[in-house]
């Protein structure tokens, strides 16, 4: 039997500039591309109709259109990484397996956890960065040590970039091995079509070029909705770092908030469920449970949280201005734990990341490192009226606006703040 490579695709869903695919393709062997749909993520979606699952399928059709002229398709599995392996290193005789580095806490350990089982095979497991230009140890301060605050860190990024960082890897699709099993159905996945449409991806000039002044209204939709092509590797982060450079230094600046939460993860895993700053576990928040469930479904009668939750709700986006309005609205206004809208923004965001999200709502609740300092308090009403001032937004996502079944405020917002500013001084001062 022949020996081949394979490359495993997952956060890098497209076969162009793709570095590790490039590698693959590059090396002595004839290429395998392969996708697991993997039971143990899948397992924990409770929703059946998840618009990610949709999106990943969709663009591993896309990918295998493109693979057809090539006389190959995804050899895909369905169950758990363990058993994917286990079955593929049965079936073929694997030179070397080539995947792009994933620098979440539960990816690192699957991949250390399988670079093992395939040495133990005699099979190289070679993995680099691709998803970010600055990963983890890239950019550290003067004494090697991460940055933890976002102003020095974006600095010393601008710095170090440089037009080798944002060249394209070259990848020659003459070299993939035959291959004409058909890609796993939704159904047979256990998972169904939703109604989302997903735009292909596409660095805007329009957008870009006037970002700065349009992206914090909400209505003018003026924000190029490539979340979620960076979340699954559908555009390249090089393309958008040089697209960026060119165009428009905010856009740019939001690309790198996106490295610097990823490396404040990778950096300090202990995020993931705990406050940056140790000092705010003790906060003693409410957490009533039917007015957080008034938030989830955009009834606080606040009617700029209300919108963006229902925005959220039916399409998996919410605007970034709006992000923050219903996060602060959610830990100062109710008192309800960061991680509990963390973890509702973790089932609905088609964009989902968990270094954004986490470090965002970190941000949001004051807790994160380089946070809104606690006692900013975003006052709906003052957000509306800088940010939506005709209502165009909210009338849209709230159509029954000025009907009488429109719920009354949930808290009165000064009562709110004051509590909230107070519990929240108690709660840091605990540990004085
Ligand atoms: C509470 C809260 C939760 C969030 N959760 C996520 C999340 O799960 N996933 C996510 O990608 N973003 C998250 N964000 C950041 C931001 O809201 C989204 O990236 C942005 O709204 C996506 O829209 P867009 O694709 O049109 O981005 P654009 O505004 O066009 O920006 C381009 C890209 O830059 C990155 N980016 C922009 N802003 C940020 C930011 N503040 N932090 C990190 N990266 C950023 C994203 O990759 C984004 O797609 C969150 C923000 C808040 C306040």
Request: hydrophobic share 35%; net charge neutral; aromatic share 14%.
């Amino acid at each position: 039997m022949k020996k081949i490579a394979i490359h495993w695709f997952r956060r890098d869903l497209r076969i162009t500039d793709n570095h590790a695919l490039s590698l693959a393709l590059n090396s002595d062997y004839e290429v395998l591309p392969l996708f697991i749909f993997d039971k143990d993520i899948l397992n924990q979606l409770e929703d059946k109709s998840d618009r990610r699952v949709d999106f990943i399928h969709q663009s591993l059709q896309n990918i295998n259109q493109e693979l057809e002229k090539y006389n190959t398709s995804i050899y895909s599995f369905f169950g758990t990484i363990n058993e994917a392996f286990k079955h593929l290193t049965n079936q073929y005789q694997i030179a070397e397996v080539f995947c792009n580095e994933d620098y979440e806490p539960s990816a690192i350990k699957r991949d250390e956890e399988i670079k093992l089982f395939l040495e133990t095979q005699g099979i190289k497991f070679t993995s680099v960065k691709d998803q970010v230009i600055f990963a983890k140890n890239d950019i550290l301060k003067a004494d090697q040590t991460p940055y933890t605050v976002y102003t020095p860190y974006s600095k010393k990024w601008k710095e170090k970039l440089n037009a080798n960082y944002f060249q394209s890897f070259n990848c020659n699709l003459n070299h993939f091995t035959p291959n004409s099993t058909p890609l796993h159905s939704l159904q047979e996945i256990g998972f169904k079509k939703t109604d989302t449409h997903f735009e292909a991806p596409i660095l805007d000039k329009n957008i870009i070029s006037n970002y700065d002044e349009f992206r914090d209204y909400p209505s003018l939709n003026h924000t190029t909705h490539l979340g979620v092509h960076l979340r699954f590797g559908t555009i390249s982060v090089r393309k958008c770092v040089e697209f960026a450079l060119n165009h428009n230094q905010i856009w740019l600046n939001e690309l790198i908030w996106r490295e610097f939460f990823m490396q404040i993860l990778a950096n300090f895993p202990k995020v993931q469920t705990k406050c940056f700053k140790e000092k705010y576990e003790n906060i003693a928040w409410r957490n009533n449970e039917n007015e957080f469930i008034k938030w989830c479904n955009g009834e606080t009668g606040y009617p700029i949280v209300d919108a963006g939750m229902r925005q959220l709700n039916q399409t998996g986006f919410m605007h970034n201005r709006v992000r923050m309005i219903v996060a602060s609205f959610l830990c100062k206004h109710l008192l309800i734990d960061w991680r509990w809208g963390e973890s509702y923004f973790a089932q609905k965001l088609l964009d989902y990341d968990l270094s954004a999200n986490n470090g965002n709502w970190q941000w949001s609740a004051g807790c994160g490192c380089d946070s809104a300092p606690y006692f900013r308090i975003f006052n709906p009403y003052e957000q509306t009226k800088k940010f939506d001032k005709e209502l165009i937004y909210i009338n849209h996502w709230i159509p029954n606006l000025n009907d009488l079944d429109y719920p009354t405020p949930i808290v009165e917002h000064q009562f709110a703040r004051e509590r909230a500013l107070r519990i929240y001084k108690e709660g840091i001062n605990n540990t004085l």
